[in-house]
């Protein structure tokens, strides 16, 4: 049977409650991000009709022609995918999120370009905790200093940390990954003696055991854009 639009977000917001609710958690604390790289604005914008406000992008280049007329002012854009220096000026003009700061060189241009265009953005540390070599996103062992260097810069309002887990047939393998990155949040936001409230973490295969894990923010594409 194929699902509408509607059926599949409906869905997908079901099964967050469901996952909440084995946690002890309130469903309403956790952001539904529909990864929006594979369709075409029209379909964003349906989206928007049924009540989905966040949509996620990866590749800048894409996202400026989707996005040539503005999602409506309720509405964010996030920016999810690996983001080049060079790149970055195009995307200030897109979104006011950044789930993919992973280095010094990344940081320095985010708040260089932010300065001149006197904006701020929120920024979460992408952190690759399973150690994949083909995943973008810092070492565990240098997040402290890169949260520092955020920290440190004026038009950066670091809000958390981002990940992604390995691909695997059994979503209870990306458990510790997962509960990695909340450890890692919980220990900066010691050392740090600041608040990290946001974890982006979880997609279309494993997003309910990010949710049992702590994750704020939940990037789901396949399960919402694909009938």
Do not use: C
């Not at 990864?35 to 280049?61: C, I, P, W």
Request: aromatic share 4%.
């Amino acid at each position: 049977m194929v699902l509408t639009l509607a059926e599949r977000i409906e869905k997908v917001q079901e099964r967050i409650e469901l996952a909440a609710q084995r946690s002890g958690r309130n469903a309403g604390e956790i952001t539904l991000i529909g990864v929006s790289k594979t369709v075409d604005r029209s379909t964003v914008d349906e989206a928007y009709a049924l009540g989905l406000r966040h949509f996620g992008e990866n590749r800048v280049q894409d996202a400026l022609a989707k996005f040539s007329t503005p999602l409506p002012p309720d509405a964010t854009l996030h920016l999810i995918g690996q983001l080049q220096t060079n790149k970055v000026g195009q995307a200030l003009k897109l979104s006011p999120v950044v789930h993919s700061v992973d280095r010094p060189s990344l940081i320095a241009e985010l708040d260089r370009r932010t300065g001149l265009n006197g904006q701020s953005i929120e920024v979460l540390l992408q952190v690759n905790i399973a150690g994949e070599e083909q995943k973008a996103g810092a070492d565990p062992l240098d997040a402290l200093s890169l949260a520092e260097q955020i920290i440190s810069s004026p038009n950066l309002d670091l809000r958390g940390l981002m990940t992604m887990a390995p691909l695997v047939p059994d979503a209870e393998s990306a458990r510790p990954t997962f509960r990695g990155l909340r450890e890692l949040r919980d220990s900066l936001t010691t050392r740090l003696a600041i608040d990290l409230p946001w974890l982006s973490m979880g997609m279309t295969n494993d997003f309910e055991i990010a949710i049992e894990e702590g994750a704020t923010h939940v990037r789901v594409g396949r399960a919402i854009f694909e009938p």
